[in-house]
């Protein structure tokens, strides 16, 4: 799905609990005395694509390389926290004023509210608009001593984690003078980039006045390699010291010292085609959801490096697995359970025939489709796949010339709001509406959810909307992935981030 051409790393608000693992965001374990340290060695999976523009693919490189930030960050429970702000308040519906911390750029020059609304304004008119401003319309400006005002078209009770997207990164006016945004030492990182080496590799060098502290690498030497058993090859002979996405073919050569797990917020899921051809008729759904069977796939083609499929919201996000009492497991304080209802009852297929369209960019997907192909023909269907490359089959699958696509999602990358990744994959007037579904359900659930401002209603609408649209069997979650990072003995202070935003922070060292 978009994340291939998108690249976020095997790449979702969350507003709320507890994610897994050692997720710290923005690495939180710096020690402002701390020595010269030594450089980090790291191989990354997708190489930069778009010149480091803040604005498209290579965003998340570089808020995973510690060289970006925005005026907000996710934090370790996926709430919107401090960055470049120290504070905000809503003013009123379309309003929201926040009061920044005192904090310079890379070339030195200060962060002020003038060229934070700058930069902002910028995002705003960047062509194609980064993902966290589709269908928003928005205006920065000054709004007193150390003070930017936002104010929005529409009312947005999720501004503040819209603002933790990597495609708004605060840059300073330097960045923006010549025929492309250039991060090159304009950023506030921890980290600023100081050579490019092509598609293969980039320099980058400790920014000692980061308002965070010093942090405790002196530099990064990243290296872009996109065969996965040759980034874990260069980890196992000592040649890196972090490797990102081990593919699952290769976690068993690491030791189990060196390799990392982390759940994610990303979904495989199998979208089904509500508009034309034989999964129009939703009888015809039910009997292929009825078919699927998430835990073979996640044990036999994701090697146990995943968990069966249970929502479109997966257990990396706990407060969405404490409301689906399908996981099994508590529910979340405050939370209630929902499952979908309304579904129809399923048809016998009777051979009917349908075509199951995937993508190679991620190698464990055509295997996925294989095996689907295998459940739903003894379920009495006749399948047929078509694997292509991500970028030539976006817009046929977007067009509904298949009757069911297989992709991996990132629920939260762009906005960290998991109602606006519902509102554009699954109604009525969405633009990445991959299983063309127009349900007035929906529609009506995930508006409700949108007008919610409170971070336990919201999360609570959420979940009424992810109801509805599994009611409707035009989505089947297959499986939630787990990201597998090999990093070196010698290596501490790691970010295991759960939403692929971060990998490098203040505190990670060697």
């Given at each position: ?11 979702g ?48 490189l570089?808020?995973?390389?510690g ?58 008119e ?34 503040p ?51 965070g ?24 002979t ?8 081990v ?21 495989t ?71 979908p ?19 190679d960019?991620r190698?464990?997907?055509?295997e ?59 109604t ?17 659930a ?17 979940m ?8 409707t ?33 203040t505190?990670?060292?060697?």
């Amino acid at each position: 799905m978009r994340s291939p051409r998108r690249r976020r790393i095997v790449a979702g608000l969350l507003l709320a609990p507890v994610l897994t693992g050692c997720f710290a965001s923005g690495g939180d374990t710096s020690e402002d005395d701390s020595a010269d340290g030594s450089r980090l060695r790291v191989a990354l999976a997708f190489p930069p694509a778009e010149n480091f523009s803040p604005y498209g693919e290579d965003a998340t490189l570089l808020s995973r390389l510690g060289v970006t930030e925005g005026l907000t960050k996710l934090d370790a429970n996926g709430a919107a926290a401090p960055a470049l702000a120290e504070s905000w308040t809503r003013e009123n519906d379309r309003n929201w004023l926040f009061t920044l911390r005192e904090a310079v750029f890379q070339d030195g020059s200060e962060v002020t509210p003038a060229t934070v609304a700058a930069a902002l304004t910028h995002a705003t008119e960047a062509e194609p608009v980064t993902a966290a401003l589709t269908g928003i319309s928005l205006a920065a400006k000054t709004g007193g001593d150390r003070q930017v005002r936002i104010t929005t078209e529409d009312p947005d009770p999720a501004l503040p984690l819209r603002l933790t997207s990597p495609g708004l990164a605060i840059l300073s006016g330097k960045a923006y003078g010549g025929k492309r945004v250039d991060p090159v030492g304009t950023a506030t990182g921890p980290f600023e980039v100081t050579k490019v080496t092509g598609t293969t590799a980039a320099t980058l060098d400790r920014f000692d006045a980061y308002w965070g502290g010093r942090a405790q690498a002196s530099g990064i030497d990243a290296r872009f390699m996109a065969d996965g058993t040759a980034r874990t090859n260069a980890l196992r002979t000592d040649q890196v010291d972090i490797a990102e996405a081990v593919p699952v073919s290769q976690a068993s050569t690491l030791d189990e010292g060196t390799r990392r797990e982390t759940a994610t917020t990303r979904t495989t899921s199998l979208l089904l085609n509500t508009r034309t051809g034989a999964f129009k008729d939703p009888r015809l759904r039910a009997a292929a959801r009825e078919a699927v069977d998430g835990s073979v796939l996640a044990k036999d083609v994701y090697e146990g490096h995943a968990d069966a499929g249970a929502g479109i919201f997966g257990p990396a996000v706990t407060w969405a697995a404490g409301a689906r009492s399908a996981m099994g497991v508590p529910r979340a304080e405050g939370g209630g359970s929902v499952e979908p209802s309304g579904r129809a009852e399923a048809a016998d297929p009777d051979g009917t025939s349908v075509t199951i369209a995937t993508y190679d960019n991620r190698p464990e997907l055509p295997e996925v489709a294989q095996v689907l192909q295998q459940q739903l023909q003894k379920a009495g269907f006749e399948v047929e796949l078509e694997v292509r490359e991500y970028s030539r089959l976006e817009s046929d699958a977007l067009a509904g010339k298949f009757d069911a696509f297989v992709g991996a999602r990132n629920s939260l990358l762009d906005t960290g709001d998991p109602v606006s990744i519902l509102a554009s994959d699954f109604t009525c007037d969405s633009g990445y509406n991959l299983a063309l579904l127009c349900d007035t359900k929906v529609d009506q659930a995930v508006a409700a959810a949108e007008k919610e401002s409170d971070t336990a209603e919201r999360q609570q609408a959420a979940m009424n909307a992810e109801a509805a649209i599994l009611g409707t069997d035009a989505t089947v979650p297959l499986v939630h992935q787990r990201i597998i990072t090999g990093v070196g003995t010698s290596v501490q202070g790691v970010i295991l981030d759960p939403y692929e935003r971060t990998l490098i922070g203040t505190g990670t060292r060697r």
